[in-house]
């Protein structure tokens, strides 16, 4: 009887452990890049104007 007892609990602990990883695995958030056109385009020293264009930022502020 006490071998019974100690199968189960093992048994549910084993069962417990592969519910959790399944869990992670299906709530795993991917960490993704969020940045808009505008933060890409600044970064590369570009800006797009009214007509869709793209123009480097020096030439704005001449």
Known sequence: ???LLIFTNILLAVLFFLNQKKLKEDYKIN???IDSEEDILERMGLHR???GRLIPIEELYE
């Open 1 to 3: 009887m006490k071998n």
């Open 31 to 33: 960490m993704t890049n």
């Open 49 to 51: 104007d009214s007509e």
